[in-house]
């Protein structure tokens, strides 16, 4: 079993900053793709940013610039960095990785239980 525990949400002003961390743990063989998503209430859950093993990156439109996805292959953790916060930023931010847990096993997506991130106006 993988677990994924995202840390580091909380309430923040427009145009503060907020870094989120999230760890996985558990039976991991190898960690692919590592990625952000978050869903505002009354809105589907939408994908913020990716980041690959390699550290290749795309963002949705609306954090670019603004957001930065990275990670650490080592500590199997992936950490979102926002800046410049706006109110239509509120949501709660998901952490989602996909992982081999055996070397004969096959890819699993996993997810964390999220974590809340408020920007007041």
């Known amino acids: 079993q993988v677990h994924l525990v995202e840390s580091g949400g909380g309430l923040v002003q427009a145009g503060g900053s907020v870094r989120l961390s999230c760890s996985a743990s558990?039976?991991?063989?190898?960690?692919?793709?590592m990625a952000w998503y978050r869903q505002a209430p009354g809105k589907q859950r939408e994908l913020v940013a990716t980041?690959?093993?390699?550290?290749?990156?795309n963002y949705v439109d609306a954090v670019k610039g603004r957001f930065t996805i990275s990670r650490d292959n080592a500590k199997n953790m992936v950490y979102l960095q926002m800046n410049s916060l706006k109110p239509e930023d509120t949501a709660v931010y998901f952490c989602?990785?996909?992982?081999?847990?055996?070397?004969?096993?096959?890819?699993?997506?996993?997810w964390g239980q999220g974590t809340q991130v408020t920007v007041s106006s």
């Open positions: 980041i690959t093993v390699s550290g290749n990156t």
């Open positions: 558990g039976t991991i063989w190898h960690i692919y793709n």
């Open positions: 989602n990785a996909v992982v081999q847990t055996t070397l004969w096993g096959s890819q699993n997506n996993y």
